[in-house]
């Protein structure tokens, strides 16, 4: 079955303690991409990655990391998470930029940072 | 100016009516369009993307897109309450070789029965 997974689902943290959140799809898509999603907000960019060790800022990228090592994963690091960063992310892939992106989205993990 | 904005809602219709749900945007370089739908606690769904001016066709849903007043829609068909759901504008800036896309807030479709 062809899916975005990520990982965890939920996430309760303390300020400042190092976390990661995975992202993983098997459509071998070039494009990956991480939002955020907030009541008023709406979705915001943090990263996306054109393709394998190629990675570019969104809107919202400060507080985050990103890394491309591989095609199939696109994890997500908050080196020193604030409760600011309270939020539920969203990871996305597409086959490329043009006409798909981010076609399929993950289920989503909500963090809390106390 | 918020560079992709709905009307935030809800939009409300009766079932078998049609929906028009529509989308602004600043930047006058944005290439290309797109349209997902979001039920409540689930993650956004593609259903519609568009490049030219014009509209696109796909079932009951139909892109309109129009460079020139800088507005994207999208029409919904003979709404049934399953359209009920958040549905989400986004916009891919400046040119359509870079991967950052813009959303809008999102409008709220209410299809009762």
């Known amino acids: 079955e062809a899916q975005v997974t990520q990982n965890p689902r939920y996430l309760i943290t303390v300020t400042g303690k190092k976390l990661t959140v995975t992202c993983s799809q098997n459509m071998n898509h070039e494009y990956m991409s991480w939002y955020r999603q907030d009541p008023g907000l709406g979705l915001r960019q943090i990263y996306y990655?054109?393709?394998?060790?190629?990675?570019d800022k969104g809107d919202v990228p400060e507080g985050y990391k990103v890394s491309r090592k591989e095609k199939r994963n696109f994890p997500l690091i908050l080196e020193s998470p604030s409760p600011n960063q309270t939020s539920l992310y969203f990871c996305?892939?597409?086959?490329?930029?043009?006409?798909?992106?981010?076609?399929?989205f993950g289920q989503g993990t909500r963090l809390t940072v106390v | 100016q918020k560079e992709v904005e709905q009307n935030s809602g809800p939009l409300s219709v009766p079932e078998g009516a049609i929906a028009s749900l529509n989308c602004t945007y600043s930047?006058?370089?944005?290439?290309?369009f797109f349209w997902y739908r979001q039920y409540s606690g689930k993650s956004p769904e593609l259903i519609m993307f568009i490049y030219s001016n014009g509209d696109k066709e796909d079932g009951r849903f139909t892109a309109q897109l129009n460079k020139a007043s800088q507005y994207v829609s999208l029409l919904i068909r003979d709404s049934q309450p399953s359209d009920s759901a958040t549905y989400l504008c986004a916009v891919n800036i400046r040119s359509s070789n870079t991967g950052k896309l813009i959303f809008g807030q999102g409008t709220t479709l209410q299809v009762k029965p």
């Open positions: 930047d006058q370089g944005s290439q290309s």
């Open positions: 990655s054109m393709n394998v060790e190629v990675t």
């Open positions: 996305a892939s597409s086959l490329s930029v043009q006409g798909f992106v981010g076609a399929f």
